[in-house]
Structures are given as structure tokens and as C-alpha cells.
T-cell receptor, first 114, second 116 residues
């Protein structure tokens, strides 16, 4: 049971480059989330999705895009990387059932923009 | 707006001693509160939650949390700390405007260091 899988684990980008952070879950969860974690700042929600074909902005969506073409996958796209996007990115998912507040997190992607 | 505050960046405790990691909250309506733990180079893991009922909530790995409405607090506790408990702990509250999305708002985290 893989849970939530994120790739890559580490990445260094130059300013202006683009990349996609991959996230996949095998638990048939409807809800998926992207957070970024900055030192001393906790986790901030970037985007979320309540099901395939439906996405919405979180607290800090600027500079990012997402898509949700399948239940399993929720990729996060950075179009023009900026140093302010240096962070650790976490993908999370949860079910629609009774344990709705129990999020399952991936192991994260550490991104540096230089 | 819902929010949580973790006033301590780091908590140091000796192995075998009791530990407390503090969290206070600000919500409109009934609070839905959570604790998550993050071990090095890993994603967050759910520890426990308070929705309603008994003010003392028991969770994973021997942790418990006490909900105190008058003090708007939800402190994480463990009677006897282990070195393996050393990790980053996050308090969280459910966003009241989330509706079906049930988004969580996280605190800034407290690093727990347990010395042998």
C-alpha cells in the first residue's frame, strides 16, 4: 500500500524555469491538497481538489497551477520559477468518509530556485 | 477567521519525563482541532483529533491532548517521553469556511527534542 507518492524528492531550478511536481495516491481519495512548508511558517495551502475535474485555490496560489484529470493524480505546475518558491512541497489526500479530517501526506519535494 | 498558535518554537525534555506541547486556538463556532507529527524527511502523520465529547483525547504513540474551552487551548501531552518522540509537531484547526472541503489550517510547528 503506497499511500501518497510524490516525485521528485529534490529539485534545483533556475529562475524562470518550469517544472511539474507529481503526486499520486492509491487510496481512491476524493480530496487532494498541495501545501508548501517554509521554516517558521507552518504549512500553507496552495491548491486543493474535491474530485476529478474540480480544483480551487488555497491561501497562496500565485505562481502555481494544478489539474485533476483522474482521481489518483494531482500534479502541481510551476511555470516561471522564482526564488520565493524555494520551499518543501507536500501533497495530501483524504477520504470522504467519517475520518474526513485525517489527511495522508506524501514525503515531500524539496525545491530550490536559484 | 480560524487560527491556531503554537507559542514555543522548541521544547526540550529529558527521556522519561512528561512532555507538553502547547497550542491555543481562535475559532468561530465549535472547534475541530488536530495534532500532526512530522519526523525528519517525512510527511506529516495524523496523531489525534478533538471534535466533541471527552476533553481528554487519546491518540497514537501514547500521546493525548486536553481540550480546554475556557482557555481556548489544546495542549499535546505524554506522560513519559521517548527519544523517538523527537520530531516536529503541528496543531491544526478545521477551516470554518471549508464546507465539504474541510481544509485544515496549521500552526507554525513546535520542535520537540527529547534528550537521552
Amino acid at each position: 500500500n503506497a499511500g501518497v507518492t510524490q516525485t521528485p524528492k529534490f529539485r534545483i531550478l533556475k529562475i524562470g524555469q518550469s517544472m511539474t511536481l507529481q503526486c499520486a495516491q492509491d487510496m481512491n481519495h476524493n480530496y487532494m491538497y498541495w501545501y508548501r512548508q517554509d521554516p517558521g511558517m507552518g504549512l500553507k495551502l496552495i491548491y486543493y481538489s474535491v474530485g476529478a475535474g474540480i480544483t480551487d485555490k488555497g491561501e497562496v496560489p500565485n505562481g502555481y497551477n494544478v489539474s485533476r484529470s483522474t482521481t489518483e493524480d494531482f500534479p502541481l505546475r510551476l511555470e516561471l520559477a522564482a526564488p520565493s518558491q524555494t520551499s518543501v512541497y507536500f501533497c495530501a489526500s483524504r477520504s470522504r468518509g467519517r475520518e474526513v479530517e485525517k489527511l495522508f501526506f506524501g514525503s515531500g519535494t524539496q525545491l530550490s530556485v536559484l | 477567521a480560524q487560527s491556531v498558535a503554537q507559542p514555543e518554537d522548541q521544547v526540550n525534555v529529558a527521556e522519561g519525563n512528561p512532555l507538553t506541547v502547547k497550542c491555543t486556538y481562535s475559532v468561530s463556532g465549535n472547534p475541530y482541532l488536530f495534532w500532526y507529527v512530522q519526523y525528519p524527511n517525512r510527511g506529516l502523520q495524523f496523531l489525534l483529533k478533538y471534535i466533541t465529547g471527552d476533553n481528554l483525547v487519546k491518540g497514537s504513540y501514547g500521546f493525548e491532548a486536553e481540550f480546554n474551552k475556557s482557555q481556548t487551548s489544546f495542549h499535546l501531552k505524554k506522560p513519559s517521553a521517548l527519544v523517538s518522540d523527537s520530531a516536529l509537531y503541528f496543531c491544526a484547526v478545521r477551516d470554518s469556511g471549508g464546507g465539504a472541503t474541510n481544509k485544515l489550517i496549521f500552526g507554525t510547528g513546535t520542535l520537540l527534542a527529547v534528550q537521552p
